[in-house]
């Protein structure tokens, strides 16, 4: 009689509740992801579309902080599908001082600078994401920290084209240092869709001659996750 009064797990009593569900077991999540972000300041013109699949595990029983009491969970995701959408090649002012420029003034040359649609691929080995307690059966917030390396057909971002007519001073290896926030929302036990927004940061770390990067950029993620 006792033995009854128990749900164990499996029963109605996780599909009514997936979000503790996932909680109780320290789950494992995997599924594909599709991203679209946009660069923001002097990057304004630059588009993304990014195409992966991301796996991670609650790793931390549920740790109790107040507001912001929640569980650990860590990852990583890889994208094969990676793709920047850049001004066409054009001219552009550059500025300089020194090198034959009067001391004290800042001089400007115009030169033909690269651009079009860079393809590549990247990885994010490092994802520490924070589920915060909740109280809702379907919805399961989240923030997040990672990093990510990005290779690049062509060197990225554009850059001057040297005499050769290929881009040069920037690199086909770039970092992707980022941080966001999201939510799942459990569509039933063991299946969520999943929304992300994301700030990644792309920079060289001075591989090449010149680390023009992106400075900052937005990234919205949309998802299908399983659960195990």
């Not at 789950?27 to 991301?54: C, H």
């Not at 869709?193 to 949309?222: K, Y």
């Amino acid at each position: 009689m006792l033995a009854s009064a128990a749900a164990p797990a499996g029963t109605d009593a996780d599909a009514a509740n997936p979000v503790a569900q996932v909680r109780r077991n320290q789950s494992w999540e995997y599924g594909p992801f599709l991203n679209w972000g946009t660069g923001l300041g002097n990057r304004s013109d630059y588009k993304f579309f990014w195409g992966g699949f991301q796996l991670s595990k609650v790793i931390t029983p549920p740790v109790r902080a107040g507001i912001f009491s929640g569980q650990f969970e860590f990852g990583g995701n890889a994208m094969p599908l990676w793709q920047a959408y850049t001004p066409p090649p054009h001219q552009q002012k550059f500025f300089y001082t020194g090198g034959g420029c009067a001391a004290g003034q800042t001089c400007s040359y115009v030169a033909p600078e690269g651009g079009g649609v860079f393809r590549g691929v990247s990885l994010t080995p490092v994802i520490f994401r924070w589920n915060f307690l909740t109280r809702s059966t379907r919805i399961q917030p989240w923030f997040q920290a990672a990093g990510g390396l990005i290779y690049t057909t062509h060197k990225f971002p554009p850059d001057q084209e040297v005499p050769q007519g290929t881009p040069g001073g920037t690199s086909v290896w770039n970092f992707s240092p980022q941080g966001g926030f999201g939510m799942h929302y459990f569509l039933r036990s063991r299946r969520s869709i999943d929304l992300g927004v994301n700030a990644v940061h792309i920079s060289s770390a001075s591989l090449g001659d010149r680390n023009p990067g992106v400075n900052a950029s937005i990234q919205v993620q949309v998802g299908y996750t399983f659960w195990r």
